[in-house]
């Protein structure tokens, strides 16, 4: 009995013994899958922190540019003055105030139907495939390319409607152009406002539409200036929408009539950069006006950041 005992196999130990072994295996793998994460998370962190740096390298390296080639001609009787000399000398006057007219005309006839349109999405519209159709046109519209604005406003506002190259047809082209951006920041706005403010107004016998008026309008106010601002900011750095229905090569008028031609910024840096003058001549005055157009959507921009963080303060 005592050798037959001892030749018999310990099957629990054997058990055990295996056990033991798939643990540390799967702790090994386990350990293992956990250094593959771990260096992939790296690596990714190392790559995007290589391409963000690139990015802002590459900004700054433009600005820079710009400012060191224009920076000694921006003076007072630069921005107050008129062209001369074919664009190589003198002011830009003409520039800034028919780029203030066409940015601030587009978005004062773009803003109320952004505004309506989006309320109407938002609070009115059912869903189904009319709604589903309109936010994926806006969608689509969003992405449609500034020369297609363009021809749009040729054909439509400057020959159909028989309103010339005007400015008049570049701030119809422009809100069209810029009506998209509304849209979506007003409507993403408007999603953000709880439901129990507009349940507590109701319950206080508000209408619906005394709801919107009173209630949600003034919450999404932030958002609406947010809109506002990015669309100012957008049609004053268009070239192509304005190049067939606004804009004029040379003018010493700022402004004539709605239906006169008008000088804006970026239309001008093109020009000067195509004029095929000599570039010594043209580089200071072309860097120059870039410049300006450079800080003042810049500084639209820090304002529409500002207002979107007053929009995002809202509680869920």
């Excluded at 600005?63 to 008129?82: A, D, P, R, T």
């Excluded at 059912?126 to 309109?134: N, V």
């Amino acid at each position: 009995m005592y050798r037959l005992e001892q030749t018999l196999p310990n099957f629990s130990e054997t058990a055990v013994s295996v056990d033991s072994n798939r643990t540390v295996r799967r702790i090994t793998a386990s350990g293992s899958n956990k250094q593959r994460r771990t260096l992939k998370e790296k690596a990714s962190k190392v790559f995007l922190r290589l391409v963000a740096w690139f990015v802002i390298t590459a900004f700054f390296a433009v600005v820079f540019y710009i400012g060191y080639q224009g920076l000694e001609k921006i003076s007072l009787e630069f921005l107050i003055g008129n062209p001369k000399n074919m664009m190589t000398e003198g002011g830009i006057l003409p520039c800034i105030v028919g780029t203030c007219l066409l940015a601030l005309g587009a978005v004062a006839v773009a803003l109320p139907l952004g505004v309506f349109s989006a309320i109407w999405l938002n609070e009115y519209a059912k869903d189904g495939p009319l709604k589903r159709l309109i936010t994926l046109s806006v969608a689509n519209l969003a992405g449609v390319p500034s020369i297609v604005f363009g021809l749009f406003g040729l054909a439509f506002f400057v020959i159909l409607c028989d309103l010339g190259v005007s400015a008049v047809s570049g701030i119809l082209t422009l809100a069209v152009l810029t009506l998209p951006i509304i849209i979506n920041t007003v409507r993403e706005t408007l999603s953000q406002i709880p439901n129990a403010w507009k349940e507590a107004s109701y319950a206080l016998g508000a209408t619906k539409h005394e709801t919107i008026l009173r209630t949600v309008l003034p919450a999404a106010m932030p958002g609406i200036m947010t809109g506002a601002v990015l669309a100012v900011a957008r049609a004053a750095g268009e070239t192509s929408a304005i190049m067939f229905t606004a804009a004029v090569v040379m003018t010493t008028d700022a402004f004539n009539s709605p239906l006169s031609a008008v000088m804006a910024l970026p239309h001008h840096i093109y020009i000067l950069a195509t004029t095929g003058a000599e570039p010594e001549k043209v580089l200071p005055m072309q860097s120059a006006s870039a410049l300006v157009l450079l800080f003042a959507v810049f500084l639209m921009n820090l304002t529409a950041i500002y207002f979107r963080q007053k929009a995002s303060h809202l509680p869920k």
